[in-house]
């Protein structure tokens, strides 16, 4: 609590009252908390791939480089990490520009069903191309007939989806069944992709969505993660009035599920510039 405080002077001098002005400052020093934090955050997350890389780039020049088996290794680690420098700078990024919002959205009508199948279709493409020795797993799509119509960024909308069955793909076991499904209920469609995963603790279940937060640090690291994936996907989920949470019971897999608003028939405002 902030308190100020003045004096109410009379022309004659004598003090008749007192103004003071109470400023609740919980909410700044949250706010300043938490922008302390995330910077620290920031600083070693990026530290960690830069000290490696370092230490690699250290081997090859005292020797390591004349090695004809190891110099391809180390400049593989070198390669992949310096990839996930540039992709957490470019999440960090967009958080920044939703942050400010200045990330601004081409919302578009759209139909979602049509959306989802597609997405899902680069996914088989994805899955039919795999080789014998990588990790086995099936998408399997329940969506209605019906359709719905969403007023939604279909790129950045498609992110999101990526995001989540991408995390599904990841934790899943081999041989692994993803559900893909929609469901229209009165107020909002739902979209739910559920794995057979290790699953979320109850304690973490909202702190999945919170800046570089990960179940697992090592296991997501290995994986490329930069733990801002989840962050993002609420950000522009949440710009869209939409919902994003997870149900999860540890052992038996978890379930993304995101709650959009909709429409029966096609929003054309956007392409007629009336209602
Ligand atoms: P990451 O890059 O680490 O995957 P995300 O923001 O996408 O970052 O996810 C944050 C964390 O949430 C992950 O590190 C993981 O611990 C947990 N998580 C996300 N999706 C799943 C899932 N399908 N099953 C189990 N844990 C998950």
Redesign the pocket.
Known sequence: LKVNSAQIQRESGFISGMVIVLHDVTEEQRTNAERREFVSNVSHELRTPLTSVKSYIDALQEGAIGDSELAPQFLKVVQSETERMINMINDLLELSRMDQGTNDLALESVSLGALFNYILDRFDMIISGRKPDQKQYTIKREIPETDVWVEVDPSKFTQVLD?LIN??I??SPDGGVITAAMVIETQEVIIAIS?Q????PAKDLDR?FGRF????KAR?RA?G???????IAKEIVEYLHGRIWVE?KEGQG?T?KIALPYTLEADLEDDWGEP
């Open positions: 995001n995390n599904a990841k934790y794995d995963g290790l699953g979320i999945v937060f990960r179940v697992d997501s994986q993660g930069t733990g801002l994936g989840l962050a999860s978890s993304f």
